[in-house]
């Protein structure tokens, strides 16, 4: 059974760090691109950070670099986002995403898998 399962989420004051864990099981996650993405309440769902399924090529959203390093351990299957300085605009839930090949370019609507989310609140 495929499966992506965010962990990591939780309240932190603003100016404070969290590290968001996905783990992957059920399918092969060497072989797909992968994706931080998060929807804040009244708003879509927008890109956070995404790296290629090789690993060569990383992507982050404007309001996030310099703040959120996003990697992986192929050998744990997993996925992480290291978000530092938080700021209340960064209060979303949060979800990791894969796709195979990286073949919609970490599009939202091209993603393959998703996790059903972690949510992070930044208190001002």
Known sequence: ???LVESGGGLVQSGGSLRLSCAASGFNLGAYGIGWFRQAPGKERERVSCM???GSITYYADSVKGRFTISR???KSAVYLQMNNLKPEDTAVYYCAADLWSSSNCATSGMDYWGKGTLVTVSS
């Open 73 to 75: 351990d192929a050998a």
């Open 1 to 3: 059974q495929v499966q």
């Open 52 to 54: 290629a399924h090789s």
